[in-house]
């Protein structure tokens, strides 16, 4: 039983697992590959968002528009991630014309609130990770990520992926 659920405009379900799907008969039009997995997520609904909470619209793709900060965001693999892995997945997205980075350490902190959601955050940014990286380094072994349980700013090595997570984001101002 797949874990997440979206529904387009027209009733069609799509489907994926934790943000992954390996069906190839899966009715997604956009995919963004990886060298381990395939992330499918339905095409975006501009016109029509599924769900508005407070200053985030939600669309049926998983993007959430933060209309306070003209920020786009989307939750990467609800799994234990490393830096690279992280860096890489970004790299790799296209959905709904491409254009996504890691955030900076400002941008995650715009998310935070305290006492929202299980993860201090929109529950909309679906994630079980309570650290989230940047893409801001230090040195060249080390990189920044937010810690959404306490609310600060920390940094760790590049290779770790205890409860580190990744999400994407893009300006928008339309």
Not at 12 to 23: E, L, Q, T, V
Not at 95 to 121: A, C, F, H, Q, V
Not at 155 to 174: H, K, L, P, T
């Amino acid at each position: 039983m797949p874990e997440s659920l979206y529904e387009d405009n027209e009733s069609h379900y799509f489907y994926c697992r934790s943000f992954f799907a390996n069906d190839e008969s899966s009715h997604v039009s956009t995919t963004a590959k990886r060298d381990d997995y395939k992330i499918r997520v339905p095409p975006t609904f501009r016109s029509n968002p599924a769900n508005r909470d407070g200053v985030y619209l939600v669309f049926a793709n998983g993007i959430v528009r933060d209309t306070r900060m003209g920020l786009e965001w989307l939750a990467g693999p609800d799994k234990n991630t490393t830096w690279d892995e992280a860096n890489s997945w970004v790299q790799s997205l296209d959905i709904d014309g491409g254009g996504w980075r890691m955030p900076t350490l400002d941008e995650l902190e715009s998310l935070y609130k305290k006492g929202t959601g299980l993860r201090n955050m929109t529950p909309h940014l679906k994630t079980r990770g309570w650290w989230v990286w940047s893409g801001e380094l230090e040195g060249s072994a080390e990189a920044r990520s937010f810690s959404f349980g306490h609310g600060y700013r920390g940094y760790i090595f590049r290779g770790n992926s205890c409860n580190e997570r990744v999400f994407a984001v893009r300006s928008r101002s339309d």
